[in-house]
């Protein structure tokens, strides 16, 4: 059994840095609870999604509207839809398709701005915003810019954040490594290593 090439403890405190990297991704370090925007700009951002999903709406209906007049009579929801969708050609289908995903995202929208969830919201609107079958109006693609603005000023107070987070925490184990009382432990630990897992036998 090849022995276990421990390193020495200067080359051990020279690895504090790459430990404390490593132990976790810098986000991990910052409490679950942290907010990194502000009330105005959370204030504002509510706005924003609330007034482009009002323009957005008769959009939407509008893209519904024409997606439905493009496919034969959909049957209501069950076994007969199923078999509708399956006798579809494939033009046919992608339509089908692509209005599911829309009534889909319509619905979610407004279950969205209904509990408050505004995440959701506005994932929905970006879908929205993709379709190609919508006409967005020029007020909610401006909308979306400005909302990917904000949060990428919460992204930056964030990454910022975690480095601080990150380098207070290199700081301490570097100094933790300089301790007697550390090196010890570690020789501890590498004594438990060494002797392997403690194994537990019941007799039956």
Known sequence: MPVRQWPGREEWQERAEYAARTLCPPRDRLPADAVFST????????????????????????????????????????????AWFLNLDDAAEVVASELAQLESSRTRLARALRTG?????????????????????????????????????????????AEEALQKAIAAEVA?????????????????????????????
């Open 39 to 82: 009330a105005t700009e959370d204030a504002e951002a509510l706005a924003l999604i609330r007034d482009a999903a009002t323009r957005a709406r008769p959009a939407v209906t509008a893209a519904i509207a024409v997606l439905r007049g493009r496919l034969p009579d959909r049957p209501a929801a069950g076994r007969g839809r199923i």
């Open 117 to 161: 969830h505004q995440g959701e919201a506005l994932e929905e609107l970006r879908h929205i915003a993709n379709c190609p079958a919508v006409e967005v109006p020029a007020e909610v693609a401006s909308a979306l810019v400005r909302l990917a603005e904000l949060a990428a000023l919460a992204t930056a107070r964030c990454d910022q954040a």
């Open 176 to 204: 933790r490594r300089r301790t007697d009382q550390a090196w010890g432990r570690e020789l501890e630990r590498r004594s438990r290593v060494e002797a392997g897992p403690v194994v537990v036998r019941i007799r039956a």
